[in-house]
Nanobody
Framework: QVQLVESGGGLVQAGGSLRLSCAASRRNISNYNMGWFRQAPGKDREFVASINRSGGNTLYADSVKGRFTISRDNAQNTVYLQMNSLKTEDTAVYSC?????????????????WGQGTQVTVSS
């Protein structure tokens, strides 16, 4: 099964940018549709963005549309989340997820493999 490791989180001021990476191992990431999700303390897990195997189709939560960009480099076995114009409400643990089905949507329960997450904290 694929293993996922996120990196790139940290502390940033509101209005700033971060780029998260999700590196896959043991399996070729091109076999998986990928998603980014986040969870803030005391809140439910929330869909952020997803991308299909080829990278030709992407989907975003309304709350991040126009600010975040998901992309993938199958040759590097990595998926990225570029986050611009960050807001304090973006503070959360961000996790990437993979699923081998013909699904690249927003429902977390349809993703089979998860990374451990990376903390993003946006200060005012």
């Amino acid at each position: 099964q694929v293993q996922l490791v996120e990196s790139g989180g940290g502390l940033v001021q509101a209005g700033g940018s971060l780029r998260l990476s999700c590196a896959a191992s043991r399996r070729n990431i091109s076999n998986y549709n990928m998603g980014w999700f986040r969870q803030a303390p005391g809140k439910d897990r929330e869909f952020v963005a997803s991308i299909n195997r080829s990278g030709g189709n992407t989907l975003y939560a309304d709350s991040v549309k126009g600010r975040f960009t998901i992309s993938r480099d199958n040759a590097q076995n990595t998926v990225y989340l570029q986050m611009n114009s960050l807001k304090t409400e973006d503070t959360a643990v961000y996790s990437c997820a993979a699923n081998p089905r013909d699904y690249s949507g927003r429902y977390y329960f349809l993703y089979d493999y998860w990374g451990q997450g990376t903390q993003v904290t946006v200060s005012s």
